[in-house]
């Protein structure tokens, strides 16, 4: 399989403080690939750091090509999508008006995007019946949704996820795994940073584990359900 985005030797930082140690993790093409790993071990800096929001050193490739030291807009326009834990929408703005502000324009722009506003509201019907409504007062699931589905309308070939479940309703939840899975079958690769390990392993293709700003491994759902000692040291509570 070839690999869409392919990271070596990734070392972060944060001023003086050195947060990723020589991470290397690749995702390939149509495939569901989830981080794992306790809170503060670096998971979520990886994904900012591949979408230019850190300083790094190392290597960042991006359909063969070298990403590391461009923009977050520039490297959106070669196709990466990124939606942050924090759940960015602009309050103020309608649900349409959030989708609409996704859409991939001018430079870089394809001809014909694979996502429409019809494509998210057949999703999401709940984003249609709110489609109206400003994006502040939506529900943690709505906004999470939204959030999900302003990036698709970017139209990336890799969306990196970081913890779409946190906080919400087990339902809402369930509905989330099955969205990335329809995902992964429009042929769109997906890099999930996951604290709920029964989605991740149920969706994903590949795994990684991080502890302390490293891989500490790498395998599918099947060798980390065999493997209790990486389990137990570094994903149990």
């Known amino acids: ?39 503060g071990v670096g998971r979520s800096t990886t994904v900012k750091s591949t979408m230019g929001q850190v300083d790094v050193t190392g290597s960042i490739k991006f359909k063969g090509e070298e990403i590391s030291g461009l923009k977050a807009f520039e ?63 939506l529900s943690g699931g709505e906004q999470q949704m939204l959030t999900l589905c302003r990036t698709l309308m970017g139209d990336p070939d890799l969306i990196m996820i970081d913890e779409p479940t946190e906080g919400l309703a087990p339902k809402i939840v369930d509905l989330v795994a099955e969205y990335l899975k ?12 996951e604290q709920k390990l029964a989605i991740a392993m149920e969706i994903s293709q590949r795994v990684y584990v991080m502890g302390h700003g490293a891989i500490v491994f790498e395998g599918t759902p099947d060798d980390l359900r065999a493997n209790a000692a990486i389990r137990k040291e570094w994903l149990e509570v």
Do not use: C
């Open 182 to 193: 329809a995902l992964k079958n429009r042929g769109i690769s997906i890099l999930l940073v």
């Open 1 to 39: 399989m070839a690999a869409l985005l392919e990271i070596k030797d990734l070392h972060a930082y944060y001023g003086k403080s050195h947060v990723l140690h020589g991470v290397d993790l690749q995702v390939g093409e149509g495939e569901i690939v989830s981080l794992l790993g306790r809170n």
């Open 75 to 137: 490297i959106a326009y070669k196709g990466l999508g990124y939606v942050p834990e924090n759940r960015d929408v602009f309050p103020t703005l309608t649900v349409e008006q959030n989708l609409i502000l996704g859409e991939k324009n001018g430079k870089g722009a394809k001809k014909k995007p694979r996502w429409t506003l019809d494509d998210m509201y057949q999703m999401f019907p709940r984003l249609k019946e709110r489609q109206h409504t400003a994006a502040g007062v």
